[in-house]
């Protein structure tokens, strides 16, 4: 278990946290020669690039753009004399896809997993009152044993290539906040919680774990800091009166504090904003305090002009604003759990979160959103690098549950994007990540995963595990698109029916539908591309959606337009966006902000 490397950084009385984002020194390594030459203890060159940001796109030169193999930083912090005592450490937010982190020449971690956070725990190794060195060596690679899945490909003059198997760009680097971070030698480590409502209050059972034996106490403070409950132990329940559900828009947040206490002396203290809100699924409905809700969204990336997958508050805002100006109340984080900030942010604001782990690419295809809809199969879980993937995939899901757990807006978990799952092969893979899911869940929340073009209700051996269906489809678009529109709708109704006819007694969500859309281009009559046929499609789309109660949401495939790898499909990218890469509305927007605004499932 490595969880209390999850705990979002906080300051308390007895805990700091100090941001290292700026300017970093930067080098690649092409000929990785950086650990025979020393770079452990500091780079050569003068290159400095900020972080957080992924590198590809500061620069102007495409062997940059492109670097594929190992990068490095580094940056000199301060660690205060006062510290001493205390655990120190520093706290990625993630580094893609893996890293090495050297501290003062010594290697102090080593971390796998491009989109969760790690520390290195520096305790022993830092200079107290002295600037010490800290230097990350970043690898990039993309192989079939760590998620997401692809290849490296090594061109004929020697340099190296990305080659996904999936549709967004390999953006890495340091791409999340990073901070340097003391608490206490006995401390908390994890919290969890499970709510019920008896009438009016709320009951919410807790558990924290700490390092030693000390008496725990929790207090519950509402958002005018009264104090509204409060409990001894390490597990308990906390009555909370004429609770304030958290719900849609309505992003209502206690405090919880937890302290660890020797009599009257504070050891440890830490604090989390906390929605309280119960999430189920009952028969064809998703429930939100024991409330029906029908999910309007998106899909959505980590992707912006200049910064890449690179967190920036400015980006985080304006995509709110957007989403709720649309009328959205959810959105999942395809392909893989994103910054932390995000779902605070989405706490807030009361919006709905699929968080989905960054297992994408498990169908050996570099372009298998177009090859499953043909029907094609890759045998990709008989392959023998199943059993090392599987254990990186069962580590993620674990990390980011146990990160992501408290927060209010995720409802759901996405244990996978667009796997195989036509071959049998792949039922004890899903068993063993569904399994995992469950158990990492204090509260046990819907489960699933989006499912391919080509997983079908006869042929598909993997729909079973998920609490609710999600969806991928592109009837219209990869599939008969065009003037062929009219077969698309005929087909994708006999495919829905076809799920109907089995009974399932579950929701079925539409994790994906979309058509690429040039804002540059309209058509009278329409063509494919053009801002007239985005609309075609998707009212198409929603004609479909409309006639199925089973239906129980649309997120739309994408919010907004975003980076791939070049190919002669994708016109600088992904073009299917609401939005543009800018954020600004393509016509089909002004659509959405009318049919969300009205409509109540
Ligand atoms: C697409 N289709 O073709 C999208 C991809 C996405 O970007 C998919 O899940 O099925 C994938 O990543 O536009």
Redesign the pocket.
Known sequence: MRTCQMLYPRDTVVRRAVSMDGMWKFRTDQRQEGLEKGWTKGLPGPDLIPVPASFQDLYTDKDMREFTGDVWYETDVFVPGEWEGKEVAVRFGCATHRAKVYVNGKEAVSHEGGFLPFLAVVTDTVQYNAYNKVVVLVNNELNVTSIPCGETKVLSNGKKMSSPY???FNYSGLQRPVRLIAYPKEHIEDLSLVYGFEGEDAVVHYTVETTGEHLVTVDVFDALSEKVASCTGKEGELRIPHVHKWGIRDGYLYRFVIRIMDGDTLIDEYYDEIGIRTVEIKGTDILLNGEKVYLKGF?KHEDSDIVGRGFHMGVMKRDFECMKWINANCFRT??YPYSEEIYQMADREGMLVIDEVAA?GLFKSLM??MEASTGKKTAFFREDTIPQLLEEHLQCVEDMICRDKNHACVIAWSLL??PETTDEAAVPYFEKVFAKAWEADPQKRPRTF?M??NSLPHNCKCYQFSDFLSL?R?YGW?LMGGYEITDAEAAFRKELDAWEAKKLDRPVVFT?Y?A?TNPAEHKLPSVMWSQEYQLEYLEMCHRVFDSYPFVAGELV??FADFQ?TEGILRMNG?K?GIFTRQRQPKQAAYYYRERWGGKSR
Do not use: L
């Open positions: 999936f549709d967004f899909g395809s392909h994408v298998n959103f994007n667009e989006a391919i073009m991928n592109y990869y994906e979309g690429d495939w994408n791939t992904n299917k």
